[in-house]
């Protein structure tokens, strides 16, 4: 017993071990971009040659960086909506359609996670040619979505998994439509979850450069403005802080993202209040619920 209990205890550091190591390799390279954003140097090298805010005021009054960041916020917006519109729908389809057709259609909006970005972004590039779009703006909203769109689905799917089933059908037992049971049940409880899915989508975007460097045109996105001054040694400290203030914004959106989630994970398995009575229709076939 005692011999096994040593194991136990070895095995353990040695997984923790592990972890520690994993986390150093997988997150030290980013720490060093904060880090050196505020060194007074134009090199990334040690040892730091002193603390100073210079490369962040050289962010304000660039028409350049200013019309990329603008580029990216429209157009995340804009492929964020899209890719949770759709996300929304092909998950609930999914799991309320029982269909072979919608569980088809759930699977291959799933795929584009698993497809490399190159191949991706050339097949974009073919097809918006072919339909006369061109590297543009709309063709990067519309390779986005594609990419953001299994992120949305698996958000969604899982909130849907986690409403009982009995609130659905005893909204239509009560006879409300499929509609109305949707817009008015099925979407109020998924709030929360519909806000995390489009942050997430929006992040997505937003940081996404492989897919945006075969479809942009004139207009490039923030990404795609980075990649352009990497080329440019006096830029690197620019850049290091762009690159700072957009990993700290990303981790408060992510983070913010996470606990709307999780609270509307919580908030779907509560047992429901004792004192409720069944749900009332009203004349125009909407469902109220009233307290005894």
Not at 191 to 217: K, Q, R, W, Y
Not at 227 to 250: C, D, E
Not at 257 to 262: K, T, W
Not at 263 to 275: C, E, S, Y
Request: net charge positive; glycine share 8%; proline share 6%.
């Amino acid at each position: 017993m005692n011999t096994a209990r040593i194991d136990a205890k070895q095995g353990g550091g040695w997984l923790g071990a592990y972890v520690l190591a994993y986390l150093v390799f997988l997150y030290l390279p980013i720490l060093l971009i904060p880090l050196f954003s505020f060194n007074n140097s134009i090199q990334a090298a040690f040892p730091l040659q002193g603390f100073t805010l210079e490369w962040y005021a050289t962010l304000f009054g660039n028409s350049a960086l200013s019309g990329a960041l603008g580029n990216s916020l429209v157009i995340g917006a804009t492929a964020a909506t899209g890719a949770t519109l759709c996300g929304i729908t092909v998950s609930y389809m999914d799991l309320y359609g029982r269909s072979p057709l919608a569980a088809t259609i759930s699977a291959i909006a799933r795929l584009p996670i698993l497809i490399p970005g190159v191949i991706v972004g050339i097949s974009l590039l073919i097809l918006v040619n072919l339909i006369g779009f061109g590297p543009s703006r709309t063709a990067i909203v519309l390779g986005h979505i594609l990419v953001a769109l299994p992120t949305t689905v698996v958000i969604m799917k899982s909130r849907f998994a986690a409403i009982p089933k009995t609130i659905r059908e005893a909204a239509l037992d009560l006879g409300a439509s499929d509609w109305t049971t949707f817009r008015r049940v099925m979407l109020p409880l998924s709030l929360p979850a519909i806000v995390s899915a489009f942050m997430l989508a929006f992040l997505t975007s937003f940081d996404e450069f492989i897919v945006a460097f075969f479809l942009a045109g004139t207009e490039p996105t923030l990404p795609l403005y980075i990649w352009s001054q990497l080329r440019f040694p006096k830029s690197l400290p620019t850049v290091m802080a762009l690159g700072t203030t957009i990993l700290a914004v990303s981790f408060v959106i992510a983070a913010i993202a996470e606990i709307l989630r999780h609270r509307g994970l919580a908030a779907a398995q509560r047992p429901v209040p004792a004192d409720l009575s069944k749900p009332e229709e009203t004349e125009r076939g909407e469902l109220q619920w009233h307290s005894t």
